[in-house]
């Protein structure tokens, strides 16, 4: 559940709530809007609910206290009806711009990640993406330059000014990646990790939170839920792709995930069309489906040359093709920004569950 408190509620007022609720050994996540503050009440609250609400209720400074219908909490547009916005250097990410995140699967080599770089930069990426940490489905398949890599991510951002995202896949990466990164990306594979998703949690930095290929829509708030109630609420949520009976592709994008995300939480929707589809040709049409649909930005991967690569050549996007997706992807959004005005639940708003 969470406390609604009155607008001219005091600094006191709000302290005393959330006293109450360490009390009862319970955590308060106060979500300070600019009309009022909201305290969401996580915990097992179990049979303590009624005698609790009574309580709240019945404190000064409070306006209403109301059930969340969904088990994800933090990160559900209930408690929280703004958009979440992420600001890193001078990229904001779900502020209505479009985000572009391109670069190299793997980092190969200094040369590679910086001829890709200086490209995309200059044909208008805003994050610089590539891979130093790689889960490769194969053991004998290239495993990543480790924090070569991450340095080689690091001296990209010095260069271009634009912020840098790199995977961590287990926690005990976390630190070493947190030094160099801006962003923590958490890969398909990982989404349910749930000791990483803690640990990404208290790393003090943004996470993209990739969909596991097998994952529902509301495992994956969940597993994003982990990241929030460590303390971390800058979280992008990353629509990859997910496994189905068709083969034809190396996954099927949800595209439905994109508006229904924005209908059920206030984070922001990334699609990434290249682990989607496999193919480098099919990523310019669904890059312009998931502007069209409201996404707040792509992630894209792209190589000097493509065949070279050493992994996931064949979605790669040449140079020629990412500047062609780029010219698409802008005129789209500016066409389309505009049609995406109201995002905030209505029609099931007030749910069936309880907190
Ligand atoms: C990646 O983005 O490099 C990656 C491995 O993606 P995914 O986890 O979606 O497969
Ligand atoms: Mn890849």
């Known amino acids: 559940m969470f406390v609604v408190m009155r607008a001219e509620a005091s600094e006191a007022e709000v302290n005393g709530v959330k006293g109450l609720i360490l009390a ?7 979500n300070a809007g600019a009309a009022r503050t909201v305290i969401a009440v996580v915990g097992e609250i179990g049979r303590r609910r009624e005698p609790l609400r009574s309580r709240l209720e019945a404190m000064a400074g409070v306006a209403a206290v109301t059930a969340i219908s969904k088990p994800y909490k933090l990160v559900s547009r209930e408690f929280h009806q703004d958009n979440t916005v992420i600001r890193i250097l001078d990229t904001v990410i ?18 590679q990640l910086l001829e890709t770089v200086d490209f995309v930069v200059a044909h208008g990426a805003n994050v610089i993406r590539g891979g130093a940490f790689k889960p490769r489905t194969s053991p004998y398949s290239f495993q990543g330059l480790g924090v070569e890599g991450l340095r080689y991510l690091a001296e990209a951002r010095e260069r271009t000014g634009i912020p840098v995202i790199t995977e961590v896949m ?10 160099y990164a801006d962003i923590l990306q958490i890969g398909t594979r990982n989404m349910q990790n749930f000791s990483l998703l803690l640990a990404c949690g208290r790393a003090g ?9 097998g ?5 994956w708030l969940m597993a994003a839920e982990y990241v929030a109630s460590a303390g971390n609420g800058q979280i992008i ?13 190396r996954n099927t994008l949800d595209l439905t995930a994109v508006p229904l995300l924005h209908h059920l939480t206030h984070l922001p ?33 792209v190589h000097p040359r493509p065949e070279e690569a050493l992994s996931d050549g ?16 802008t005129g789209v959004h500016a066409h389309v920004r505009d049609l995406h005005g109201d995002l905030v639940p209505t029609d099931d708003a007030a749910g069936n569950g309880r907190a």
């Open 24 to 30: 009862e050994g319970l955590t308060p996540f106060e």
């Open 205 to 213: 930095r943004p996470v993209m939170l990739k969909r596991g290929f």
């Open 94 to 111: 779900g502020d209505g711009s479009l985000t572009v995140m391109a670069g190299p699967c793997s980092v190969e080599s200094r040369d």
């Open 269 to 301: 929707v990334v699609v990434d069309p290249s682990h989607a589809t496999g193919k480098r040709w099919l990523v310019k049409p669904l890059a312009i489906g998931a502007v069209a649909v409201g996404a707040d930005g792509i992630m894209v991967e």
């Open 314 to 329: 064949e979605q790669s996007l040449t140079f020629e093709l990412f500047e062609q997706m780029m010219h698409a992807i």
């Open 170 to 179: 287990e926690p005990s990466q976390v630190d070493i990646v947190a030094e």
């Open 215 to 219: 994952a529902t829509i509301e495992e």
């Open 237 to 249: 949520l990353c629509e990859r792709g997910i496994r189905t009976f068709e083969t034809s592709t």
